[in-house]
């Protein structure tokens, strides 16, 4: 008698306890459902198409800025991988920073360098899509409900990106009022591959201490180009010993520069 009471007491707590593991199994399960059909990969089109509404914002800055020159056309003619676009993303924002800091006096913003390993397409949306916001915050008049809808976007790779993005790039030079990259802009960035270098060097425990060339005279630019022409190649091999995807390069035009 007592063993069938305690049973008839215990089967009403089983009965809660097995209900309650099934509520949280199908809330997880649910839940993970839900998660994997919202966080779809992005493709070329998704991050084009945030492209394309960065150029709406860029363009209502130039008409802003009194800039009537047409709209800058670039051709591209290489294959670029997702890399490429992010660097030119990365060039963008840099210059909206640069914006900020020496003109409108508004304070810098943070802007990530460029990471030595492979990049996603999901990285590369979430570049631009920031780059978007930062452009919007720089006009008072401007407000993200001004977007114009967009067509669908189809069949687009990451040199259609690049090439939006290139234009994107010099048409904000117009409309912030920068100016053009100098010789002084090359050296730096050669004394920031230098430090890198010199990193690499201490990191494999070689010594840093080269000899340094001779310095010569009447060099134009070509010179320069195939002096990162020939690094590049060099990088590109060793990326290639290392079983890495090799870094593009290029071919220097034989014209000038």
Not at 95 to 120: C, L, Q, W
Request: aromatic fraction near 8%.
């Amino acid at each position: 008698m007592r063993t069938n009471m305690m049973n008839i007491a215990i089967t009403p707590l089983k009965n809660t306890i097995l209900f309650a593991i099934t509520c949280v199994l199908s809330l997880f399960f649910s839940s993970s459902i839900s998660c994997a059909a919202t966080s779809r990969q992005k493709m070329p089109d998704d991050v084009f198409a945030q492209a394309l509404l960065l150029e709406q914002r860029v363009r209502f800055l130039r008409e802003q800025s009194g800039v009537s020159s047409p709209w800058p056309k670039v051709v591209i003619e290489t294959e670029y991988e997702p890399r490429h676009v992010l660097q030119k993303a990365t060039e963008i924002l840099d210059k909206i920073n640069r914006y900020r800091k020496n003109i409108a006096k508004t304070g810098e913003i943070p802007v990530s360098r460029f990471v030595g390993r492979d990049i996603t397409t999901d990285e590369v949306f979430m570049a631009v899509t920031r780059l978007g916001y930062e452009l919007s915050e720089l006009h008072a008049k401007y407000e993200v409900a001004q977007d114009k809808p967009l067509k669908a976007v189809s069949g687009k790779t990451p040199s259609d990106v690049y090439g939006k993005l290139t234009e994107i790039s010099i048409a904000l030079d117009e409309s912030f009022g920068l100016r053009g990259i100098t010789p002084s802009d090359v050296f730096t960035r050669s004394e920031q591959v230098l430090a890198l270098a010199k990193f690499l060097r201490q990191s494999q425990n070689l010594a840093t201490s080269i000899v340094l060339p001779e310095k010569t005279s009447k060099k134009l630019p070509n010179h320069a180009l195939q002096s990162v022409q020939g690094l590049l190649k060099e990088i590109n091999q060793a990326e290639r010993n290392l079983w890495m995807k090799p870094i593009t390069v290029f071919e220097v035009p034989r014209r000038v520069i």
